[in-house]
């Protein structure tokens, strides 16, 4: 059995639906990978708890209502830091789950190089970090001999880079294609069904499929952040947000839907790195798709990408659970993963 | 660099594909993984050819046309074995493309005891050897520390295990269903177009879809050995062909059809391990699947699967090149991911 400390910082609906996974799993990772997986630390921007050895619990982070919570907790203290963690506990996984923010990657970008530093292994669900340096985080990572795990941030449950690293090793991608965002297909599915935009966003909203201010996903930035960090990690590329041209859903011409209409094609927002020509690209960009392409059928709240290659043909994957408990799993698997290497 | 020997044993379609493939590939292994594939010794039933060191080489097995072929080689020996190779070289990964049989596992299964014996990796394109003792081989493979490779016999260039394995680590797989089959899924793509079942079928072999003898196919053997290995893979589990309920696509009950058409329901022949009730199953059965169904699209020779999971959700992979080409991919891709795990 080995044991595997966690560290978690962050504790918004990702990182509460991460403890409650965590809660629900460690027999079975017990058992089925000989993984004694123990959350020793949960942090977020006010302080945290700090578990003694031996006291990390299941019933540590439940409150009366058994929710997850962590100021009930005796072991909580305000103004502890991850500084003061990384310090009390032998090295294991460091997983991060605060706000992203794709401009500077702040603050995670600090948290992640401080983990790497003292030999955590890191396992992100935050994009930010990812967009801004990841060439420099994985070399960080590689110095240390520690593994930098972001299915998490790369459409979480829907496997993206296990497929292209692991399932397609030895292959030439030569390009992929993802739907990638879950708020801007939903609408883009609705006006297919003959809604307008801004209707189809209200829908949206009212579901909790979109945030109260969209304009990440829409605007086309949430999946320009996505196809970057994909192809910088699938070849070891150091593009910036910068190279990406980006569309979004907004101002579509009237006459682009009347196009897809007729000829029965859909409208998608697809994140693309197209190296077909010889020339890369790297695009967020509205396309008409036809019935006989991978992504035609992925509607809704659905994401799907489809890579091509040399000698495998395409290869698509389609699914996976877009809720934090979803985006959870991914970061368990990379866990898991990761010290079962 | 790492130097890793090869043999391949079985030089028919798969066999001759692996070695262009290898040929095609070699300097990017090398600048990517780090790997010196070194084919050393092709064998086959007749004799084979065994390259001093040093000599193997992309000249050694292409005839005066540019064909692949090994008579002409000034390395042939008729009645070669694989002892002798095994013998000869330094241990590495052995590649077996013989023949399938399902019943017997010969005489496949022989050569892979052998080559785990003498501390060799397995990878193989033969679902013999698998439908007959996957858990014996496995067990054996362990003992002697070496991996076992079977991406080949599983759907080949369509990521199955891998995606189970790793992409789904952590997570509980309550249902696998597959489209596991190209002969089978296009004629029945071709019979809910209208065409009747022996044209369909003709069609099939004139295009050389389908082999001058179905049986495999069409009575469902084919996707009951291939659910009956990944079941057995993912589970750790060791069900045997019997305990697998077979169907085939031959006499389709014609108000099947009907009922299909009625509600635009789709006929296909679903490969399927199913534990959602508790009482796990195990049967190719010719299904009515709705168009919400995610393999509902899969249409043609192509090929599909889709695991249900507790914690993310759905997840389908579809695509992966149907030819020998594509299987000789998933050769390489787990001699790939065996010798840098």
């Known amino acids: 059995m080995v044991l595997v400390n966690i560290i978690l910082m962050g504790f918004g609906n990702v990182g509460k639906a991460f403890v409650r996974l965590i809660y629900q799993k460690d027999k079975s990772c017990e058992r089925r990978y000989g993984l004694r997986l123990n959350l020793a630390a949960v942090l977020n921007s006010r302080g945290g708890v700090l578990f ?4 990390a619990g299941r019933n540590h982070l439940l409150d009366r209502n058994g929710a997850v919570d962590m100021r009930e907790s005796p072991f909580w203290k305000t103004g502890r830091s991850l500084e003061e963690a990384l310090e009390a506990l032998q090295t294991g996984v460091f997983v991060e789950c605060t706000p992203s923010d794709v401009k500077t990657g702040r603050p995670a970008i600090q948290f992640i190089r401080q983990a790497i530093d003292k030999g955590w292994h890191v396992v992100t669900a935050n994009k930010g970090p990812l967009v801004v340096d990841l060439a420099g985080l994985r070399q960080s990572a590689d110095k240390k001999g520690v593994s930098l795990g972001i299915s998490g941030a790369t459409a979480a449950a829907l496997p993206t880079l296990d497929v292209a690293l692991h399932s397609l090793a030895g292959t030439e991608i ?10 801007s297909n939903y609408i883009l599915t609705r006006m297919k069904e003959g809604v307008d935009y801004s209707t189809a966003l209200e829908e949206a909203q009212e579901k909790g499929i979109a945030e109260p201010d969209p304009a990440q996903d829409v605007e086309g930035w949430d999946t320009a952040a996505k196809i970057l960090i994909i192809t910088n990690s699938v070849f070891e590329a150091a593009y910036t947000l910068s190279q990406v041209h980006v569309e979004g859903i907004l101002n579509i011409p009237p006459e682009l839907q009347a196009e897809a ?9 697809i994140g693309r790195f197209d190296n077909r020509s010889g020339v890369p690209r790297l695009e967020t960009k509205l396309s008409l798709i036809t019935p006989i392409h991978p992504l035609y059928h992925v509607d809704g709240t659905q994401k799907g990408i489809t890579f091509s290659t040399d000698t495998m043909g395409s290869v698509t994957v389609t699914g996976g659970k877009s809720d934090p408990r979803g985006a ?6 990379d866990i898991i993963n990761i010290v079962n290497r």
Chains 1, 2 share one sequence.
């Open 52 to 55: 003694p050895e031996g006291a």
């Open 174 to 183: 030569q390009c992929i294609e993802g739907i990638l965002n879950g708020t």
């Open 261 to 269: 209409r007729k000829k029965d094609e859909a409208l998608k927002l």
């Open 328 to 333: 959870a799993a991914a970061l368990l698997k």
